[in-house]
């Protein structure tokens, strides 16, 4: 429980980079003033807005969905590296009993994915035999997420041998006038080039992945205010991906070719103006609690501010405060700027959630 004369914390305060100090009521919300009696919990230091996975799996593991107990830790991993707010882009089973946890991160739920059958890892997507029925499933995920519907643009198709577009370009503008309709954003899983021009021309929100991005797309998505969360550590498995597709060549080629362009693809966005994000995939291939090193990823292909990309302004695009007066106290402390290193990520003095402290280095 948060003091009833709350906390006081000194440091500098990020993204503005001035020395300063937040207060923390006995509520957990951060406080325009400091209380008498209220105890210091860190007096020097880097204050940042908790950080932000905009790609994440609560519930889903290498072998579909887990138990609850399970995806509880996961969240919990999450959390114990900082991360404070999830967007969870799309899981098999029912997270919403996480949410009502004041010991979590916050978690921003897309619902299940949507597929064609045989076009995604099976029994973790809702799977329509004729794709005319998105709109209306979309409709459906809409109401039952948190503002957000994932739908796989791209898969392998056997028969053709190598990535396609999942979905007919009229049905993916009218699904996702349904879901502005409803007031959620849509984004999509994709890989290839195909699926891309459709999607982006539809209005989505956001593209995950992203590799097979051109020049021209990534100019059209700077137009219209299009999204990427790239999840660069998840790419990093496309060698492997590609070794075991065997009886796939040209897939095998594709994904291999995908993934030595990719930090190009991600350093030429942000140069355009596309609004990248960072997000690990964690859940199913990727362990969970890896935020930091999807910022170091996105720092060494060229992110202008991958520290952003994972915080302030991740949390600014999904609607949540950062450190203002009012907003829930989640905030995460380092002793060193992990603006001039972000390794220093890897090592958080002190992650409050809530106005709670969870993690405090000795």
């Known amino acids: 429980m948060t003091p009833a004369a709350g906390y006081r914390l000194r440091g500098v305060l990020l993204p503005d980079g001035e020395s300063g100090e937040i207060h923390i009521d006995g509520d957990g ?16 230091g880097w204050i940042l807005p908790g950080l932000v996975d905009a790609h994440c799996h609560v519930g889903l593991g290498p072998d579909g969905g887990v138990s609850l107990e399970e995806a509880t830790e996961q969240a919990l991993t999450d959390r114990d590296n900082g991360t404070l707010l999830i967007r969870d882009c799309g899981s098999p089973i029912d997270t919403t009993p996480l949410q009502v946890r004041d010991d979590l991160p916050e978690i921003i739920r897309a619902a299940r994915h949507l597929a064609r059958p045989k076009r995604y890892i099976s029994g973790i997507s809702i799977d329509l035999d004729d794709p005319a029925l998105l709109p209306e499933a979309v409709a459906e995920q809409a109401a039952a997420g948190d503002g957000w519907v994932k739908l796989v643009g791209d898969w392998i198709d056997r028969g053709e041998g190598d990535l ?8 993916l503008a009218e699904a996702i006038r349904v879901a502005h309709d409803a007031g959620a954003r849509v984004t999509a899983h994709v890989f290839g080039t195909d699926a891309l021009p459709g999607l982006i021309g539809a209005g989505i929100d956001c593209i995950e992945h992203g590799t097979g ?18 999840t660069l550590i998840n790419v990093e498995t496309f060698p492997e991906i590609a070794d075991r597709a065997t009886r796939y060549p040209a897939y095998a080629t594709h994904m291999r070719d995908l993934h030595r362009t990719a930090g190009d693809v991600v350093r030429r966005a942000g140069e355009a103006g596309v609004r990248v994000f960072a997000g690990t995939d964690a859940g199913g291939g990727i362990r969970h609690g890896r935020i930091a090193d999807e910022i170091a990823a996105l720092a060494a292909v060229g992110h202008p501010d991958p520290l952003g990309a994972a915080s302030w302004a991740a949390r600014e695009w999904l609607g949540r405060p950062g450190l203002t007066p009012g907003a829930p106290a989640d905030l995460v402390v380092y002793r060193d700027d992990p603006r001039a290193d972000v390794t220093v990520i890897r090592e958080p003095a002190l992650i409050v959630l809530r106005g709670q402290v969870v993690h405090a280095a000795a």
């Open 164 to 171: 396609a577009p999942l979905w007919p370009d009229d049905v």
């Open 213 to 230: 991005l051109t020049d021209d797309l990534i100019a059209e998505m700077a137009a219209r205010g299009t999204a990427l969360v790239p």
């Open 29 to 44: 919300r951060i406080a325009a003033e400091g209380t008498a009696g209220a105890e210091t919990l860190v007096d020097g």
